[in-house]
């Protein structure tokens, strides 16, 4: 079993490309099946800085996200969904402003490895910032 490449949300087959929900194609809103937003290939490469300061936004409490601008993006926090090999990892959600950019949400990684929420608050409790670099 792997998770579906498009929505890393599904588990799948080893032999399937898509989940199910990933295989239907687009219908309008009004339509009865789940369907997942596509997601943006977006490539950090960039260093990033959380700082030790909690914000809340769009129902999600974390810590505050800083591009290599110094420019507020957006908040990082917990993975919450317990179904995901990624729960207990960070994720971002970025601002609108600059979705186009980055797009809107990410699980990330730093140097090839996800950062553990955990080790991120730890190192939060005794930093005022951590610096990273996000693939």
């Known amino acids: 079993m792997k998770l579906c490449p498009k929505c890393e949300l599904n588990y799948i087959n080893d032999n399937d490309e898509l989940c199910t929900v990933c295989k239907v194609p687009s219908k309008t809103l009004s339509g009865d099946s789940q369907m997942h937003k596509t997601r943006t290939s977006v490539y950090f490469n960039e260093d990033f800085t959380f700082v030790n300061e909690m914000y809340a936004y769009r129902g999600k ?51 090839g490895c996800r950062l553990q929420w955990e080790v991120l608050c730890n190192r939060l409790k005794t930093n005022s910032s951590y610096k990273c670099h996000i693939d």
């Open 61 to 111: 409490i974390g810590y505050k996200a800083f591009n290599f601008d110094g420019d507020n993006v957006g908040i990082v926090f917990m993975t919450g969904d317990k179904r995901s090999p990624s729960f207990g990892h960070c994720e971002l959600c970025i601002y609108p402003k600059y979705q186009s950019r980055y797009g809107e949400w990410h699980r990330f990684t730093s140097y």
